[in-house]
């Protein structure tokens, strides 16, 4: 054994194995204080604004009442933490048009009355509003991008929890104040707002419209919109003091061969380009041509094929996708063998887009408009859209903004639909079919919102008009102002003819 200097014997020691430690997924921050009155303030404005049943101008409300209680919290929390390791930087102005478009999309109730139309505003308010929160995009998939609200909302939890018991264990008592402080406003309030009421009849009317009646339905109710929109709020600002690894720039991993690719894609290019061929005969040769050759109906024609084209466009939407994320693009022979390939494929997939449409339209002129059918509609231009970006992105071979890009376009194309008022068009075009001779499926016209009463006044004649109408507003009744819409106000201005009979 060897001696060690100054007399000493050397023990060696064992050996240290060096592993490097993952990165942290997360980093773990403390509740910043902002969080806890920001998140509670917003809870409070869902709970007493938000018409869970139906749109209304509260949706709108309780929305901005989010944006506000998470844009103070960052901000608070920020200040004199710039630069620190695991916080998010100033918004952009990328997080403020989507929060912008969330914003929007919430304002169709305030519009609009029509229930399935505001849910798919809905659910596209949350995609853009998670997308204003992440900024960025993430080590995780898209998917994750779209719903990183209610998911970090979940995972705030704990991280809410851990900072009220901090926060209530206080030495100061600042808790028991604020406490003591919300007891006695209560208590004065209710003391005092019965008193006026029973004193002044104008006092007690404006306290009725604006306090609810406050049944065990109506407690649970609040006390679920509060702990809702509360986490939502909450999880906004977890994801801002914990963000999520960030995606790197670096170009993703590909595959060295270009053959795998090349084949299929061309013989797909030729397939198209056949059908395309073929598309321009029955262009020049008129639809006779292949009603006489197919032995069919126009409209047993125009349903036969659209459902197909349909899944024809999603397919070779997942596989341009995949050729942009994995195909190889090294050298300069494989970026022209893109280009060309995608370019080809795209453009003609955009025919295709084009082709379904007319089917459709020839299937609505024969048989009538419906929502199921317009829907499809709208989501085969956006198809188109999606092509068109498609073609913009390989230009340069950057295919990284594509995705938000066609989310976004999707929101606003579903914007734009809730702003030119789907179902008073459907209503306009099966009144203009009718009129041209065609049957009216009026108990369809009647399953609709207030937004075709408009329609259905101005253009039915009595007494078929009267009894549509007294279907529609069937299930009316007076809003408080938190569920106000203009549409179902407006519709309750209508005048009904005498009572009759009706189908």
């Known amino acids: 054994m060897p001696a060690a200097p100054g007399g000493g014997v050397a023990v060696a020691a064992p050996p240290v194995l060096l592993r490097p430690m993952p990165p942290p997924k997360y980093v773990v921050v403390p509740l910043p204080p902002a969080v806890l009155p920001a998140s509670g303030l917003a809870g409070v404005a869902g709970a007493l ?4 049943d139906r749109p209304g101008i509260g949706w709108l409300l309780s929305g901005l009442a989010v944006v506000v209680a998470v844009v103070v919290a960052d901000r608070r929390s920020r200040e004199g933490t710039e630069g620190t390791e695991g ?7 990328r997080s403020a048009a989507w929060a912008a478009l969330a914003l929007a999309l919430l304002a169709v109730g305030t519009v609009r009355a029509s229930g399935w139309l505001f849910v798919l505003c809905v659910i596209a308010a949350v995609v853009a509003g998670s997308l204003a929160i992440v900024r960025q995009r993430t080590v995780h998939s898209v998917l994750y991008d779209m719903l990183a609200v209610p998911i970090e909302a979940f995972r705030a939890i704990p991280w809410v929890g851990r900072g009220a018991g901090r926060f209530t264990a206080r030495r100061d008592g600042v808790a028991r104040r ?4 919300v007891l006695a406003a209560a208590a004065l309030v209710g003391v005092f707002v019965p008193l006026l009421a029973s004193a002044d009849a104008a006092f007690a009317a404006v306290i009725n419209a604006v306090m609810p009646d406050l049944g065990v339905a109506t407690l649970v109710r609040w006390c679920s919109v509060f702990a809702v929109v509360t986490l939502v709020a909450a999880g906004s600002c977890y994801f801002l003091a914990a963000p999520a690894p960030r995606a790197s720039a670096d170009r993703p991993h590909r595959t060295k061969y270009g053959l795998e690719w090349t084949v299929p894609l061309g013989a797909l290019v030729l397939v198209f380009g056949l059908f395309v061929g073929v598309r321009l005969v029955v262009l020049f040769g008129g639809t006779e041509y292949v009603l006489r050759t197919g032995g ?3 409209a047993e024609y125009a349903r036969g094929g659209f459902w197909q084209l349909c899944a024809v466009t999603v397919l070779t939407l997942a596989i341009v996708a995949a050729a942009l994320r ?3 693009d090294a050298t300069k022979g494989d970026r022209l063998r893109q280009r060309v390939l995608l370019g080809t494929l795209s453009a003609l997939s955009l025919v295709l887009v084009g082709s379904a449409l007319s089917r459709m339209w020839t299937y609505q002129q024969a048989y009538g408009f419906t929502v199921l059918r317009l829907l499809v509609e709208v989501c085969e231009l956006w198809f188109g859209a999606v092509f ?3 073609l913009v992105a390989l230009v340069r071979l950057r295919p990284a903004w594509l995705p938000r890009a066609a989310i976004g376009t999707a929101a606003a194309a579903l914007l734009v639909l809730a702003v ?12 203009d079919r009718a009129a041209a001779g065609k049957s009216l499926d009026d108990r369809y016209l009647a399953g609709f919102s207030a937004d075709v009463v408009p329609a259905v006044s101005a253009r039915l004649a009595e007494p078929l008009r009267s009894c549509v109408l007294r279907q529609v507003l069937r299930d009316d009744r007076e809003d408080g102002w938190p569920a106000w819409n203009v549409s179902r106000s407006a519709a309750r201005d209508v005048t ?8």
């Open 420 to 431: 030119l008022d789907p179902e008073r068009l459907i209503a306009d075009a099966n009144l």
């Open 388 to 390: 068109v970006l498609v």
């Open 87 to 93: 916080t998010e930087g100033a918004p952009t102005w």
């Open 326 to 328: 994995w195909a190889p």
């Open 296 to 298: 069919l109906t126009s």
């Open 49 to 52: 604004l938000l018409p869970v």
């Open 496 to 503: 009904f003819g005498p009572v009759t009979p009706c189908r």
């Open 178 to 181: 604020i406490a003591l402080a």
